[in-house]
């Protein structure tokens, strides 16, 4: 007999009836720390998403592909916490919340959160070409290539949401997500253990050209490269491990409610402070940026220098 998907998502938000006022604190205080970080994470966003283009020491594929997962983390704060505060304050409440605002709210959670995980791994590949095609990356890694990536993500993205409209079964949206999320996961893991095997055997043929006297200019061009494939790949490596600690849990979470469908309940607590790990990513991603990408943080420098010199004048 297939499950009703409002019913059990009902049981996802607020647990049973009984369940209300017990976790009234935790919802509370999940509704007032999601007002504040929505804030944070649409200015931050909005402030990144204006450094990136500004940067042009980015390869132009790379710059195209961190706007994309810096608009779905404008997304997250924009949209989706915004909306899970008024569905968590309607029913603290008690008001009656119906399905269509359910499935809503699944929707928007699942579209911008799938489309950060596809953003994440489509970085991680391209930062695998950059280092492994090395001079043939431009020839074959085009802006047109991955304009069409993007469209992809953000499409393969709304076909995994709306699935909630035509799945009658809770059990199969379950099961879809966690191997949408287990692939996106290995994917991401593998990528970038080639990555480290690539410039691992990179960093060992640039110490034997420094041997060599003969080959000083060819020792300097490709020590620079290599050092910028480096940083390049190390930036976007520290977004990948953020991402991946802050939506481990909810895979993990994901997974028991999978293999245990009567631990729904037991586990409906950790299930919002998962929910809050994965909506705070949205938030250290541009953080991560400016943090561990040197030209978007000069970039960054150079816009609150001129701010800072308007205010003066």
Not at 49 to 60: D, F, G, Y
Not at 93 to 116: E, P
Not at 218 to 233: C, E, I, M, T
Not at 284 to 292: A, D, G, H, M, R
Request: with cysteine; proline share 3%.
């Amino acid at each position: 007999m297939a499950e009703n998907v409002c019913d059990i998502l009902n049981e996802v938000f607020f647990g049973t009836s009984t369940d209300v006022e017990d976790f009234r604190p935790l919802v509370v205080a999940n509704c007032v720390f999601h007002s504040f970080l929505c804030y944070t994470t649409i200015i931050l966003n909005i402030v990144t998403i204006h450094a990136i283009k500004k940067t042009v020491l980015l390869p132009k594929p790379l710059r195209t592909l961190l706007l994309s997962m810096a608009a779905s983390d404008v997304g997250v704060g924009l949209l989706v916490q915004p909306l899970y505060i008024s569905t968590m304050v309607s029913g603290l409440k008690q008001k009656r919340i119906d399905c269509i605002s359910y499935k809503g709210l699944y929707v928007v959670i699942n579209f911008f959160c799938a489309s950060s995980l596809l953003n994440v791994v489509t970085i991680s590949v391209d930062r695998f070409l950059g280092v492994h095609l090395h001079l043939r990356y431009q020839e074959l890694v085009t802006h047109k290539r991955v304009i069409a990536a993007v469209i992809s993500i953000w499409l393969l993205g709304a076909i995994i949401s709306f699935s909630v409209f035509w799945v009658p079964s809770f059990f199969i949206l379950r099961v879809m997500r966690v191997v949408n999320m287990t692939v996106c996961l290995i994917l991401v893991v593998i990528v970038y253990w080639r990555i480290y095997i690539v410039l691992k055997r990179h960093k060992i043929q640039i110490e034997s050209l420094q041997i060599q006297e003969a080959q000083q200019g060819v020792q300097n061009g490709d020590l620079l490269n290599f050092l910028k494939l480096r940083k390049s790949a190390l930036g976007t490596f520290y977004v990948c491990i953020v991402l991946l600690i802050c939506y481990l849990p909810s895979y993990i979470l994901s997974c028991l409610f999978l293999a245990r469908p009567s631990s729904l309940i037991s586990l409906h607590e950790a299930w919002h402070y998962t929910v809050t790990l994965v909506f705070l990513n949205s938030s250290l991603n541009p953080v991560i940026y400016c943090w561990k990408m040197e030209p978007i943080r000069r970039t960054l420098m150079d816009i609150m220098r001129g701010i800072v010199n308007r205010f003066r004048e």
